[in-house]
Structure formats: structure tokens, C-alpha cells
């Protein structure tokens, strides 16, 4: 596994995103990333300075994870490739998590 390493950035382990243990159907499906989209968001992430980015994208969840030193710009990754999500219905649903427990939450 790589960990990216530079001595003048901290990074931290993230994930944002939706489920289906807080968040109904009919709202996850906004947060859906498209086959299409998976390309575009890869594009992105790159040029936003991504090194590493995990999308997961399923009838359950959409998750974002990266290890990363700007979690607000996966805010912006999953806000502009979801489909059709304002920011309101993004601050109610989408969650956070960092270092331990994204890690907890991943496996």
C-alpha cells in the first residue's frame, strides 16, 4: 500500500459520504456517481492534487477515501460529480470521518 509522504504536508486518512444506515434510497440515489462520472471525478481528483483516491459507488453507499491533507476538497469531488445534490441536502447527509475510525469504517 502506498502511503504518500512529504515532509511539508500532513496527510490524514478520510472518507465522506452516504449509507444506508442514515440516509434513505431515494437520496442515496442523488449521491450515485455514474460509470460516466467515475472517469470525470478521476480526472478531477487528479488535478485538484490528488495522489490517491477510492470511490466506492454502490446501491448502499457512495464513499470518497483518500489520504489527503484538504478533506474539503473531497467535499467538492463528491458534491459536483453527485447527481443533482444541493448543498443542503449534502450537509444533512453526508458524513466524515478521519485517521482510526475512517479506517474502522472501511473494513
Known amino acids: ?5 512529504d515532509e511539508h504536508k500532513i496527510f490524514e486518512f ?3 459520504g452516504v449509507n444506508h444506515w442514515k440516509t434513505p434510497l431515494k437520496i442515496r440515489e ?3 456517481i455514474s460509470k460516466n462520472n467515475l472517469k470525470r471525478l478521476s480526472e478531477a481528483a487528479i488535478n ?3 495522489d490517491n483516491l477510492l470511490t466506492v459507488s454502490t446501491c448502499n453507499r457512495t464513499e470518497l477515501y483518500s489520504f489527503t491533507n484538504q478533506p474539503v476538497k473531497l467535499n467538492e469531488l463528491l458534491l459536483k460529480f453527485s447527481y443533482n ?3 443542503n441536502l449534502f450537509t444533512q447527509h453526508v458524513y466524515h470521518k478521519k ?3 475512517a479506517v474502522k469504517h472501511l473494513f
Open 1 to 5: 500500500m502506498f502511503f504518500p509522504f
Open 14 to 16: 478520510h472518507v465522506i
Open 30 to 32: 442523488q449521491f450515485s
Open 48 to 50: 485538484a492534487g490528488f
Open 85 to 87: 445534490v444541493n448543498g
Open 99 to 101: 485517521n482510526h475510525e
